[in-house]
């Protein structure tokens, strides 16, 4: 073979690579396009809300996260995977929403957009904004897959719903700073299927009317946990201290 039979193998191969690199690029833009009654129902979502600096900034700047209203930018034709707080899997569903810090203020609706068309979200993450002492709505268990769940300091009041204690993927639960209250064995209820959770933040949520729950020592994964100002009572399990991954504790 001559060399320049061999230099138009390797030119054929180097072009050949690169016409099936770009159909790879191709595969993986189309695969990230977002459904279309996904990308519906988060613009309907939107719609319940407006956009305030107040209803954030403080909370963030003490933690030093950037506030900004995240939903301004999303816009009907666009590509909601592209949107800002919004994460996609590879075929286009939405697994993840973080919008904390994005000067939302507004009330959540039962019949939200939210509950009904994100089947594989995995992370909710709505703390540091401003929903006017709504309640959590008891939808949030249809979110099945989820396994973080924030919303620290975002307005909410009133019952913690029992049916959060269904998610039992969630290894993240953040409740803290809000009205919320849990009634007469709601600590145990909650707590009772969570058995994957590392990080559990209930501070300030009233559980007066419980005592400490024995079960707590199954929660076996747990690395923080945060009950400060909840006027939980009983007395506290010593066993708590020897679970094996416990880092930062608040009582």
Same mark, same amino acid.
């Given at each position: 073979?001559?060399?320049?039979?061999?230099?138009?193998?390797? &030119?054929?191969?180097?072009?050949?690579?690169?016409?099936?690199?770009?159909?790879?690029?191709?595969?993986?833009?189309?695969?990230?396009?977002?459904?279309?009654?996904?990308?519906?129902?988060?613009?309907?979502?939107?719609?319940?809300? !407006?956009?305030?600096?107040?209803? *954030?900034?403080?909370?963030?700047?003490?933690?030093?996260?950037?506030?900004?209203?995240?939903?301004? *930018?999303?816009?009907?034709?666009? &590509?909601?995977?592209?949107?800002?707080?919004?994460?996609?899997?590879?075929?286009?569903?939405?697994?993840?929403?973080?919008?904390?810090?994005?000067?939302?203020?507004?009330?959540?609706?039962?019949?939200?957009?939210?509950?009904? !068309?994100?089947?594989?979200?995995?992370?909710?993450?709505?703390?540091?904004?401003?929903?006017?002492?709504?309640?959590?709505?008891?939808?949030?268990?249809?979110?099945?897959?989820?396994?973080?769940?924030?919303?620290?300091?975002?307005?909410?009041?009133?019952?913690? =719903? =029992?049916?959060?204690?269904?998610?039992?993927? +969630?290894? !993240? +639960?953040?409740?803290? &700073?809000?009205?919320?209250?849990?009634?007469?064995?709601?600590?145990?209820?909650?707590?009772?299927?969570?058995?994957? +959770?590392?990080?559990?933040?209930?501070?300030?949520?009233?559980?007066?009317?419980?005592?400490?729950?024995?079960?707590?020592?199954?929660?076996?994964?747990?690395?923080?946990?945060?009950?400060?100002?909840?006027?939980?009572?009983?007395?506290?399990?010593?066993?708590?201290?020897?679970? =094996?991954?416990?880092? &930062?504790?608040?009582?």
């Amino acid at each position: 073979m001559g060399l320049q039979q061999v230099w138009l193998s390797y &030119n054929q191969l180097f072009n050949l690579f690169f016409f099936f690199l770009f159909l790879c690029q191709l595969t993986c833009l189309h695969a990230q396009l977002c459904t279309q009654d996904q990308t519906s129902a988060l613009l309907q979502f939107k719609e319940n809300f !407006s956009f305030n600096k107040s209803s *954030s900034q403080e909370y963030c700047d003490d933690f030093g996260i950037t506030s900004f209203p995240k939903m301004e *930018s999303w816009k009907k034709g666009s &590509n909601c995977c592209s949107w800002a707080g919004v994460d996609c899997d590879g075929t286009g569903q939405v697994i993840g929403l973080d919008l904390s810090c994005s000067w939302l203020q507004g009330t959540f609706h039962l019949n939200s957009s939210l509950f009904l !068309s994100f089947p594989r979200l995995q992370k909710l993450n709505l703390a540091y904004n401003d929903f006017f002492m709504s309640r959590i709505p008891p939808e949030f268990t249809r979110f099945t897959e989820l396994k973080r769940l924030n919303l620290s300091e975002c307005g909410l009041s009133g019952k913690v =719903p =029992p049916g959060i204690s269904f998610l039992n993927k +969630l290894v !993240s +639960l953040d409740l803290s &700073n809000n009205a919320l209250r849990l009634e007469e064995g709601g600590f145990e209820l909650l707590i009772q299927n969570l058995s994957k +959770l590392r990080d559990l933040d209930l501070y300030s949520v009233n559980m007066s009317s419980s005592v400490v729950p024995k079960s707590l020592l199954n929660l076996t994964s747990l690395r923080t946990l945060w009950l400060g100002r909840s006027g939980l009572h009983g007395e506290f399990p010593s066993r708590i201290f020897h679970l =094996p991954h416990l880092q &930062n504790l608040g009582i």
